[in-house]
């Protein structure tokens, strides 16, 4: 059963620090992306391995399946994203529904195991794509349909609060 869809316009991350999770992404340099992008998802097969990691704690929050295989899915989307804006001028990125996503791919039914692989894999690879990138090409352009402009150290700033956060969903005592 589909959740309730996320449409906030999360790009207020790069203006001040999260009060949920507690993470300050305008504060990060890119030569920081890629140890976050290698740092976060070290800690999500340990999530994978719990007993719950099917249950979602309410009918509006993903399950910690639900969130690892999206954390998967923003590294692919972002390292394309980030591939685009090297390789373009100004590109407008391609839409991605991420609740519609989850519904058509299935989260809650994928193997816990396959998803954490797939997940360090990815992160990697986007952290490898990180650390190649020319200081000539950092202050590249990339834009969302609905007008959002990002920098390349912009792209990896807004991207490291997403995997941040949904670590803290997952992991974060609830009250």
Request: aromatic share 10%.
């Amino acid at each position: 059963m589909p959740i309730t869809p996320d449409t906030k316009n999360w790009t207020w991350v790069l203006e001040r620090p999260c009060p949920d999770c507690g993470f300050d992404a305008s504060s990060v340099q890119l030569s920081d992306v890629p140890r976050i992008l290698r740092e976060n998802p070290a800690a999500w097969p340990q999530v994978l391995l719990r007993a719950d990691v099917r249950e979602r704690p309410n009918d509006e929050t993903w399950s910690p399946l639900e969130y690892a295989a999206h954390v998967r899915d923003v590294f692919r989307i972002f390292h394309t994203r980030l591939a685009v804006m090297l390789s373009e001028t100004d590109p407008e990125f391609e839409n991605w529904d991420q609740d519609a996503t989850a519904v058509a791919d299935r989260y809650l039914e994928q193997d816990p195991a396959f998803v954490s692989a797939e997940l360090v894999s990815a992160g990697h690879q986007l952290a490898d794509a990180f650390e190649a990138i020319p200081v000539h090409d950092v202050a590249r352009t990339g834009r969302r349909s609905d007008g959002a402009v990002f920098t390349v150290e912009t792209l990896g700033q807004y991207l490291t609060h997403d995997p941040i956060h949904h670590l803290w969903d997952v992991t974060a005592p609830k009250a």
